[in-house]
């Protein structure tokens, strides 16, 4: 098998499943920070949507620069498709409780059912009064690549 980028659909297909993501920021020395993230795609805008908690340090971090990377990998199967981002994060709603806010409120919920399955909104529910910040990734430089093979660039 050999690596190659996905298609269209593929990638829409790929970030459509329940991967967990890593956003890649930079904090205030200058250093890489990354942490997992749930995110959702909107495929139409080419963006990453990501609650993020209000005192989380990576929120803080794109306050300050909006710069950032997001990487989405499956390795379970030995496929090792993964879609790696650039782009830059914007701040559209927070720091809000869900349950004081529809957009972030019904976000929370349906990624809360997407990675945590039908008790997802259970734990949403727990949690829906702790403030969130919305966050858009908006990709400025995508690379795929799925296959169990190097690609033919590093041969």
Excluded: C
């Excluded at 904090?27 to 959702?40: F, I, M, Q, R, S």
């Amino acid at each position: 098998m050999s690596a190659h980028a996905l298609d269209h659909d593929a990638l829409v297909d790929f970030l459509a499943r329940p991967w967990n993501a890593r956003i890649a920021t930079v904090d205030a020395e200058g250093w890489p920070h990354v942490t997992p993230v749930w995110y959702d795609y909107d495929v139409a805008a080419r963006t990453f949507l990501v609650v993020g908690r209000e005192r989380a340090a990576w929120v803080a971090h794109v306050s300050r620069e909006p710069r950032v990377a997001i990487h989405v990998a499956e390795d379970v199967a030995g496929r090792n498709t993964r879609v790696l981002v650039r782009g830059r994060a914007t701040i559209l709603e927070g720091p809000v409780a869900p349950s004081a806010s529809a957009r972030i409120g019904d976000l929370t919920d349906r990624l809360s059912l997407r990675y945590l399955g039908p008790n997802g909104p259970t734990y949403a529910a727990r949690t829906a009064d702790r403030p969130r910040v919305l966050i858009a990734i908006r990709a400025e430089r995508w690379q795929s690549w799925t296959g169990g093979e190097w690609h033919p660039k590093y041969r």
